[in-house]
């Protein structure tokens, strides 16, 4: 059984940074990409960063330039680097992991606030 576990949510100020990770367990065999998604509240949700286990990236619309996905295989840890938040970025965050027959695993999230 895959597990993704978040962590490094939290409070910040706006253009403020953050980084957060997820951590996967279990087997890792067959696994295509990793990512990050967000809902924020009222709103449904969106695509904020994938990586693929050749590290070819794709990023959400108008996230590329403020936001960094990067991957540690060895680990098999995704991580985040948020720089430059805005208010508008306040969303729940989820790990989504992907595999080549088509499984896909959420995290259970973590909740990222940009407020001053």
């Known amino acids: 059984q895959v597990q993704l576990v978040e962590s490094g949510g939290g409070l910040v100020q706006p253009g403020g940074s953050l980084r957060l990770s997820c951590a996967a367990s279990g087997s890792m065999f067959g696994i295509n990409a990793m990512g990050w998604y967000r809902q924020a509240p009222g709103k449904q949700r969106e695509l904020v960063a994938t990586?693929?286990?050749?590290?070819?990236?794709n990023y959400g619309e108008s996230l590329k330039g403020r936001f960094t996905i990067s991957r540690d295989g060895a680990k098999s840890t995704v991580y985040l680097q948020m720089n430059s938040l805005k208010p508008e970025d306040t969303a729940v965050y989820s790990c989504n992991a992907r595999w080549n027959d088509g499984m896909t695993y959420w995290g259970k999230g973590t909740l990222v606030t940009v407020s001053s």
């Open positions: 990586i693929t286990t050749g590290g070819v990236t």
